[in-house]
T-cell receptor, first 115, second 111 residues
Framework: EADIYQTPRYLVIGTGKKITLECSQT?????MYWYQQDPGMELHLIHY???????EKGDLSSESTVSRIRTEHFPLTLESARPSHTSQYLC??????????????FGEGSRLTVL | QKEVEQNSGPLSVPEGAIASLNCTYS??????FFWYRQYSGKSPELIMF????GDKEDGRFTAQLNKASQYVSLLIRDSQPSDSATYLC???????????FGIGTKLQVIP
């Protein structure tokens, strides 16, 4: 079982609120990712990081921001939530270097609903 | 052209039959290829990965890779109702080492 955790699992919040989705992993993985997935739709990469102080935007434009101050922690923040941000957010990690088979380990996801 | 093309399905097969799932990709620099299974409302989980041309077998699952044709497939033998899920094809790009996913094929195994 993968050791990657996301909180909260479910969040219902009003428009304009600031939210932070937490993601932590205990596998010592250098690479971490945030994917966004609407029900029945494909996964879209919105942010990734190759290590501490490294963050990049993914393929899908997102108003969210991320930070990577510690290897194990990769939080995602929305400064002002809107209904269009309603979605499932999946955090994942993978090993780097020789240990990197490319396999992603996913957290259980954070389902965000903005009213 | 999408980086990863999959038929979204649904693909319906009777219990005990072979389910065949297909995927094409556009990035010739792709190094590794993956099949993830995603149950409704759950996160994806890795079933198989393959990086060499040919077949790779693991239990009831066989992944097939043809780099010249930019084609990867997944065969599920003796399909079970518990195999009903969405199967995501993905590849690891050579340049940025990112994993890109297809839309996924929804498989329904009919008892």
């Amino acid at each position: 079982e993968a050791d990657i955790y996301q909180t909260p699992r479910y969040l219902v919040i009003g428009t304009g609120k600031k939210i932070t989705l937490e993601c932590s992993q205990t596998m010592g993985h250098d690479k971490m990712y945030w994917y966004q997935q609407d029900p029945g739709m494909e996964l879209h990469l919105i942010h990734y990081s190759y290590g501490v102080n490294s963050t990049e935007k993914g393929d899908l434009s997102s108003e969210s921001t991320v930070s990577r101050i510690r290897t194990e922690h990769f939080p995602l923040t929305l400064e002002s939530a809107r209904p269009s941000h309603t979605s499932q957010y999946l955090c994942a990690s993978s090993a780097a270097g020789r240990a990197n088979t490319g396999e992603l380990f996913f957290g259980e996801g954070s389902r965000l609903t903005v009213l | 052209q999408k980086e990863v093309e999959q038929n979204s399905g649904p693909l319906s097969v009777p219990e005990g039959a072979i389910a065949s799932l297909n995927c094409t990709y556009s990035d010739r620099g792709s190094q590794s290829f993956f099949w993830y299974r995603q149950y409704s409302g759950k996160s994806p989980e890795l079933i198989m990965f393959i990086y060499s041309n040919g077949d790779k077998e693991d239990g009831r699952f066989t992944a097939q890779l043809n780099k010249a044709s930019q084609y990867v497939s997944l065969l599920i033998r003796d399909s079970q109702p518990s195999d009903s899920a969405t199967y995501l094809c993905a590849f690891l790009s050579g340049g940025y080492q990112k994993v890109t996913f297809g839309i996924g094929t929804k498989l329904q195994v009919i008892p």
